[in-house]
């Protein structure tokens, strides 16, 4: 599966701002979907994912209650929607997928085997 994140920009914190991820197939129920992020100098984190048969949602702490994660099956695409975005937001962000992933693995950016070419998202205060 090839992946392709798109959207991303600059915005001013408070902001909403929606990412896209777009897969070259479709793809099986059993696949998780998954935004990361890597901001300059640090390690790519967690941001949200989600189970492609729409079972579960997972959050990192950090923007729980700001951004969504979601999909559209029939248009192969994922998304992640963010609001009241803040300067600590900036970074890089990336989709990924992975078949068969289990929950304790689901934060984790190794268990992931397809990646898109990350978008950034620049937050300004």
């Known amino acids: 599966v090839q992946l392709q994140a798109s959207g991303g920009g600059l915005v001013q914190a408070g902001d909403s701002l929606r990412l896209s991820c777009a897969a070259s197939?479709?793809?099986?129920?059993?696949?998780?979907l998954a935004w990361f992020r890597q901001a300059p100098g640090k390690e790519r984190e967690f941001v949200a994912a989600?189970?492609?048969?729409?079972?579960?949602?997972y959050y990192a702490d950090s923007v729980t209650g700001r951004f969504i994660i979601s999909r559209d099956i029939v248009k192969n695409m994922g998304y992640l929607q963010m609001n009241s975005l803040r300067p600590e937001d900036t970074a890089v962000y990336y989709c990924?997928?992975?078949?068969?992933?289990?929950?304790?693995?689901?934060?984790?950016?190794?268990?992931?085997?397809?990646w898109g070419q990350g978008t950034l998202v620049t937050v300004s205060s």
């Open positions: 989600l189970r492609w048969n729409g079972g579960s949602t």
């Open positions: 990924a997928m992975a078949p068969r992933i289990i929950l304790s693995s689901i934060r984790i950016p190794s268990a992931y085997d397809y």
């Open positions: 197939r479709r793809t099986s129920s059993n696949y998780a």
